[in-house]
T-cell receptor, first 120, second 111 residues
Framework: GAVVSQHPSWVICKSGTSVKIECRSL??????MFWYRQFPKQSLMLMAT?????????EQGVEKDKFLINHASLTLSTLTVTSAHPEDSSFYIC????????????????FGPGTRLTVL | RKEVEQDPGPFNVPEGATVAFNCTYS??????FFWYRQDCRKEPKLLMS???SGNEDGRFTAQLNRASQYISLLIRDSKLSDSATYLC????????????FGGGTRLMVKP
């Protein structure tokens, strides 16, 4: 149980295009989903926290108009990188957390397999 | 100062060796602690939680020292398959249950 998928697993696009990444919790309902970014040889950096049905909370330095997050259901959150540029090339990873009082444990985050974005 | 600090390594050890990783965290209000393992180009996977009393899972032993804000991971009898990056992760439960990742320590186990 507690499986999180991401789609696509990798994408290559031209500079200026927009890219949408999907994060799905396959066997549980995720009240909260987190979006991380990881540059080569660096750690995961939290970009934003997304709660179902409400606006995402962005970390300092992350442009909300550039990284659009939609969490329309308890099993799906999307991250859209708008007008992507080469410096946006990175490994984007989502994680999902269940609801308090339900399984899987609320205290654990379950990670998707990541999406590798390359902007030419 | 980073919230969670780790020696990036790499630690190059022979098979069968015992290796220890350390991690320090700056937020004294942190309440939950974990070690994750991340393989190259993959997502991080939970290795084990870290409890104040110390805990062991097979060849892996984790310890927490709240007074010194220090976490450790000991791997005994290293296997080739242990080669990965080990991430020290702290959860400040008062901040919406968000995880803060250390930079990771890279381990390479050689035959």
């Amino acid at each position: 149980g507690a499986v999180v998928s991401q789609h696509p697993s990798w994408v290559i696009c031209k500079s200026g295009t927009s890219v949408k990444i999907e994060c799905r919790s396959l066997d549980f309902q995720a009240t909260t989903m987190f979006w991380y970014r990881q540059f080569p040889k660096q750690s995961l950096m939290l970009m934003a926290t997304s709660n179902e049905g409400s606006k995402a909370t962005y970390e300092q330095g992350v442009e909300k108009d550039k990284f659009l997050i939609n969490h329309a259901s308890l099993t799906l959150s999307t991250l859209t990188v708008t007008s992507a540029h080469p410096e946006d090339s990175s490994f984007y990873i989502c994680s999902a957390r269940s609801q308090p009082g339900l399984l899987p444990s609320y205290n654990e985050q379950f990670f998707g397999p990541g999406t590798r974005l390359t902007v030419l | 100062r980073k919230e969670v600090e780790q020696d990036p390594g790499p630690f190059n050890v022979p098979e069968g060796a015992t290796v220890a990783f350390n991690c320090t965290y700056s937020n004294s209000a942190s309440q939950s602690f974990f070690w994750y393992r991340q393989d190259c180009r993959k997502e991080p996977k939970l290795l084990m939680s870290v409890y104040s009393s110390g805990n062991e899972d097979g060849r892996f032993t984790a310890q927490l020292n709240r007074a010194s804000q220090y976490i450790s991971l000991l791997i005994r009898d290293s296997k080739l398959s242990d080669s990965a990056t080990y991430l020290c992760v702290v959860n400040n439960n008062n901040a919406g249950n968000m995880l803060t990742f250390g930079g990771g320590t890279r381990l390479m186990v050689k035959p």
